[in-house]
Structures are given as structure tokens and as C-alpha cells.
């Protein structure tokens, strides 16, 4: 009777120790299904990585094409009635105060050009030029603004310092040009100073000359022209 006790013992034993062994086994089991799991969801995430990454590029062109599309904002319609073209190119050639030369080429990147004629001995001229000198700020890209300064003559420097003076004193930094023989045959016909006429991309002077004319009357024609 006891060795059968004895045997059940032994029996039951044996079965925990299988079963010992068989839950020893069990974790390590779990471990690495969980490792392999962990593994899986990193690639999974650097696979979403890489793709969020890939499709920013096209939001970087889009930035690019906003920026250059706000640049073109500074281009104003210029609209020139076609009876105020004069037929009458102006062909010349005469220097700046710094006397880099120049020709009827000034104006062909422009669809407007504002010239401003004035003198250094002209109160109103003088008084005026801190408002061109605004107003060339607030010009949109594709108009311009050069001036005639009628009593500095190409080859003379007679009234170049004082004309530079009144520029500088006004914060004026548009070109401004000498009277040469070509420039003489486009400014005698004005009879005073501040003058003003307005010429196109082709050379052509744009409505009649504004002999006489004050910022404002200039101002006002120069925006009839812009929309």
C-alpha cells in the first residue's frame, strides 16, 4: 500500500514538474512575440515619418509660387489712351550728375516714366522735391521717375553740387539728368519750372507737356494713367 502511495507521489511529482517547466517556457514566448510587436510598430511609424516627410515638398512649391505671386503685386495696369501717344520718339543722349550717360534707353524697362523738370534756383521746386522723393517710394515696379535739372548743362558743372544738395536735403534718389543739345530740343518748348510730362516704354511723350505744373496737378495725371 505504501509503495503505491508512494508511486501517486512520485506521478504527481513528475506531471508538476512538467507543468513547472512547460510555464518556465511560457514568458519567453510572450517576450519576444511582444519584442517582434514593438519592432513592427517602429517600422510602421518611420514608414508614416517617410511619407509625411515626402509630401511636404509640395507645400514648399506652393509657399514659393504665393511668394512670387505676392512680388507681381507691385505691377500696376497702365492704361494710355491711344490719342495721347504722340507720334514724336525722343532720341538723345547726355549724362546724370554723376555723369553716367544716358539715352532714350531709360524708359524702355518702364511702361510709364514721370520726368520732373525742375531748377536749383526754383523756390517751389525745391519746396516740392521731398513729396517726388515720397512718391518715387510708393511707385509700383513697372513706373518710373527721372528728372531734368534745367540749369546743369552736360559738360558744365555749374549748379551740379547744389542740385545734389537739394536731392540729398529732400531724400530724393531717383536719376536725374543734364541738359544736353537733345535733352534742350525736349524742355525749351516749357516756359516754367517745376514742369512735368510723362513718356512711354517706347520713347513716345504721353499726353501734352505740363509746363508750369505743381506736384499735385502732376500727381493727379500720373494716377489717371495707373489703375
Known sequence: MLKKIGKGILITLAVLGVLFIIL???????????????????????????????????ETEEIETQTEEKLDENVATVSIPQSEISDRSLRF??????????????????????????????SPCIAEMGDYAALEKELPS???????????????DYNVFAAQDILKNAGATFTNLKVSDDIYSVTSS???????????????????????????????RLYSYIK
Do not use: R
Request: glycine share 6%; proline share 3%; hydrophobic share 35%.
Open 93 to 122: 543722349t547726355t549724362v546724370t550728375l554723376d555723369d553716367k550717360t544716358v539715352t532714350e534707353d531709360i524708359f524702355k524697362d518702364y511702361d510709364l516714366t514721370l520726368v520732373h523738370v525742375w531748377g536749383t534756383f526754383c
Open 24 to 58: 518556465m517556457l511560457l514568458p519567453e514566448d510572450e517576450e519576444s512575440d511582444s519584442s517582434e510587436t514593438v519592432i513592427a510598430e517602429e517600422e510602421s511609424a518611420y514608414t508614416e515619418e517617410t511619407t509625411v516627410t515626402a509630401e511636404a515638398v509640395p
Open 190 to 220: 516749357l516756359q516754367y519750372v517745376p514742369s512735368s510730362f510723362f513718356v512711354d516704354k517706347e520713347g513716345h511723350i504721353v499726353g501734352s507737356m505740363m509746363d508750369g505744373a505743381h506736384f499735385s496737378d502732376t500727381k493727379e
Open 142 to 156: 513697372n513706373v518710373n521717375i527721372i528728372g531734368i535739372v534745367n540749369d546743369v548743362y552736360d559738360g558744365l
